[in-house]
């Protein structure tokens, strides 16, 4: 059984930087991609970054690239969203995802995601 569990969430200031953890367990060779996603109130869920297990290639959301990066440790089995320059606009719900996420960009819809963690909130505020 797949399980996604994320940490690192808090309340920092805009323009500060925050490191998200996923730990993942259970992955089967099924599994292509692991993926950053964000839903804030009243707005629908986004994907923010994904990288590809296979050749480590990433994507990113338009309005995180620059800013976002993520990264993965295999040997622990993580996966990192480092995030910078953060803007009130970035507050929401971060989730992390796996799955067989089709070539292109419905990936940030989360099409072909079906683990999902709990979520971990972020809140950028002054």
């Known amino acids: 059984q797949v399980q996604l569990v994320e940490s690192g969430g808090g309340l920092v200031q805009p323009g500060s930087s925050l490191r998200l953890s996923c730990a993942v367990s259970?992955?089967?060779?099924?599994?292509?991609?692991i993926g950053w996603f964000r839903q804030a109130p009243w707005r629908a869920r986004e994907g923010i970054s994904c990288?590809?297990?296979?050749?480590?290639?990433?994507y990113y959301k338009d309005s995180v690239k620059g800013r976002f990066t993520i990264s993965r440790d295999n040997a622990r089995n993580m996966v990192y969203l480092q995030m910078s320059s953060l803007k009130l606009e970035d507050t929401a719900l971060y989730y992390c995802?796996?799955?067989?996420?089709?070539?292109?960009?419905?990936?940030?819809w989360g099409t072909g995601f079906r683990s999902w963690g709990q979520g971990t909130q972020v809140t950028v505020s002054s």
């Open positions: 995802a796996a799955g067989s996420p089709p070539d292109g960009s419905s990936w940030l």
């Open positions: 259970g992955l089967t060779s099924d599994y292509h991609a």
């Open positions: 990288i590809n297990l296979s050749d480590d290639s990433t």
